[in-house]
Each structure stands twice: as structure tokens, then as C-alpha cells.
């Protein structure tokens, strides 16, 4: 019912301007009418287009609301509908034994559920076939990016082994006004970061050209890394001839076999090799750099900090299906809509398990559990039931359990926070906004509020 009246509220905006476009149709119309030379079936056939066009438009306006995919006559999106479901126990190890101290969760549990996640969901990095050699190179530096707010790099990190060549640029961008290094926000980013995208915007103050508020990420002393989610793996790759993989192949295969890396994992090992960049950086506090990741991305991100404990900080905007969202819900996006859409983000081994989520023996509650202690947000929105924002906090909720353990402060109710209305001072962090599938400024300052609280106490 709430996604329905969200749904409503969309399909009005939509049309409203479709009224305004047949508005100024049937002015033409009228001055047709009015002619002399118009005959009585001509009137008609005018007034007949007119009001067909109107009605097709108004009722069409609700599809478009929502992309194509998420007009699938199976998706459910009705909380009546969502099938009951059990989840795994996150604090009983495989063999039936209680988790009661931080000790059994770090020596036992955790690397049990990391290894379940590795082998049957995301794909694990196997070992290259002979040693990588990582090389940076410093391609340019602008240190009067944005009026002089911040000193921008552009990096470039080259892998090179016997059986291949693979390189990655990444961004950093420092504020100027630091005496200390600084804390950092990096983004597993759409945008590649050879495009203009990262300029500065030539008229909005304090944004880049793809609208990002790094002015104010600077006012307030951090500093930014963007890393792109194709330098190393394609969006959706399906041969694996390019890139990271061939350097990790071993004699004779062509294809990550069924328990290897898709691409997910491969975004996540990048986003590593630019914290290990971080490393060598003297002005960047690599000890607090927050990860942050919307949609594909922010399932990369939580994937990324899940396997590198060095992350101080996770955030995760709208990662829906394979990301925040439980599977067992299968509400909005589902495994068997995600393998057959980009059957390589994953694992081979996770096409087992479509119409099969029950067998998992591990749900994302248990993925975002393996962020504990660290800092973890989650952000959904309202309107974005593809990604199923009830199932992302469920997820955080549940995964409050081992925050709790580990002496943390968790979530403590099962129920949706009110609109617009972020948990911030807390180990678990949410909000819901009132809002698509995007990141707005909205969402950026509660981020950034986040971050204050946890690297500036």
C-alpha cells in the first residue's frame, strides 16, 4: 500500500507536465475550431485526438515512473505478498556452537560467513598466477582544483605480472586548508575519472560536473577519492579476456571458474588497490577513509569493506539486491532477475541458488555484519522499490545483533524510521528518504554527518 500511494504521487508529477505539453496542443486545436474552413467532422476528429491522446498519456505516466525492468509482472512489491522466511543465524557457528564473546566472532563466526559469501555468492580472488608488481604513477596535479579549495591528483596504479598488463586511474582530491592528513571519503564511481565529469561545474559553486558536493566535503576537512568500476572489470563482463582477470588466470583457462571472482569482486579489488595507494599518500589519513557506493556501487562498496577491515567506514546508498536488501524477501529486484540482466556480477556458484534464496546459508544481514565494528550506513528511498528499502533496513537491523556484541550501538526496532529522518549518532546509521533511486544532497550531508561523528570526536 505505501509503495502504491508512492507510486501515485509520481505518476501525478508526470503528468502534470503531460497536461501542460496537451494544454498548449489544444490551444492549436481551438484555433482550428475557430476557422472558417474547419467542416463539422474535422471539429470532431480534432476533439476526438485530443482527448485519446490525453487519456493514453495520463495512464501511460505511471509506467514510466519506473524503468522497464521494474515493470515485470513478477516482481513483488506488495508487503502482504513477501513470503515468510527464516533467517540464518548469524551468532551460531557451522558447527551449532553459540557466539557470546568478540573472540569466537573474530577467530570463528566472521571468517566463516566471509568464506560463505566468497565461494557461493561474490567469488573469491584466487592467487595470481605469478606476482603482480603494483606501480603508481603520478599523471597530473591541479593545485588550485575548484578556486583552490583542494589539490587534485590524477594516479595512475599499474599491475603487470608474466601473464598480463592491467592499470586503473583514481582521482584524489586533498583540501588545501589541512595542516594534518586529512580523513577521505572514497566512491566506487560510475563516472570514469578520464572524463570532464570530475571538473569543476562552471557555474553551480562548490560541485563538480556531475553534481557532486565535493566544495562541501572540503569545508569540512575531508578529502576525496573516486574509483571507476570498469578500469579493470566491464560493467558486465562475459569473457574475461581484458583486464584484472587474465593476470589471475592459471594455465590454460580463459574463464573465472564457478567459485571465482565476477565482477563485484573484481570492483572490490580495485577499491583496495587504491587504499593501499592511500597508504603512500602523506596527506590522507588512510586510517579514516570512509568507502561509499549507490546502487551496483554501494553492493561493490559493502563487498569491498567486508574483505578489508582497513576501511574505517562503510556506506551504502540504495544497494538493493545483492547489497543491503535480505534475498528471502525476494521483494523488488531478485537473484533470478539479477543473474539474468548481468549474470556475471556474481558468482557462478550464486546461479544456484535462484528460486532457491531459502538454501543460502547466509542472507545480507550477515554480510553487512561483517562491517562490525566499524561504522556502517545504510540509505534507502521511498519510491525506489526495485531495491526494496523495508528489506535494507531489515538487513541493518538484523546486523545490529553484532554490533551489539562487539559493545556497539545498533538498531533497536524493526520499524521503518519516519521519512527523511536519518539515525546518525549511532555504529548503525540509516535514513529513508522521500525519493527515487538516487543520491541527492540530502543524502551526501547525512553521509558527511555520519562521518563527523564517528572521525571527529
Known sequence: MRYSLKLVRIWIRNSIELVCCTFIRGVVYIDAFESQHASNSMKIVLLVNLLVSLFIGLWSSAAHAQQKKELDHDIIYDESRIPSYVLPE???????????????????????????????????????????????EVMRINSQFMGGKATRKDIRIRFENEQGVAEMIILVFIPNQVEEPAPAFMIHSFDETTSSRFDAHPTEEGRLKNNWPLGELFDRGYAFVAVHQTDLVGHNEVSFEEGIHPLFFK?????????????????????????????????????????????????????????????????SAQSGCAGAALWRRRSGETLEKMVTRFPYWLSRNAWKFVDQEDDLPVDQHMLLALIAPRPLYVASGSEDGWADPYGEYLSAYHASEVYRLLGKKGLTSETLPPLNEALVESDVGYHIKDGGHSVEMYDWLRFMDFADYHFKR
Do not use: C
Open 90 to 136: 548469524l551468532l551460531i557457528t557451522s558447527v551449532g556452537e553459540e557466539v557470546t564473546t568478540e573472540e569466537q566472532w573474530q577467530a570463528i563466526r566472521r571468517p566463516q560467513i566471509l568464506s560463505l559469501f566468497s565461494t557461493l555468492v561474490y567469488g573469491k580472488t584466487p592467487a595470481p598466477a605469478s606476482p603482480v608488481e603494483t606501480t603508481y
Open 251 to 315: 594455465p590454460g583457462q580463459s574463464f573465472p571458474n564457478a567459485d571465482e571472482w565476477g565482477v563485484l569482486s573484481a570492483v572490490a579489488w580495485g577499491g583496495m588497490r587504491a587504499l593501499d595507494y592511500l597508504e603512500e599518500e602523506p596527506l590522507v589519513d588512510h586510517h579514516r577513509v570512509a568507502l561509499m557506493g549507490h546502487s551496483k556501487m554501494g553492493k561493490a562498496a559493502l563487498w569491498t569493506a567486508a574483505q578489508d577491515e582497513r576501511f574505517a567506514l562503510v556506506i
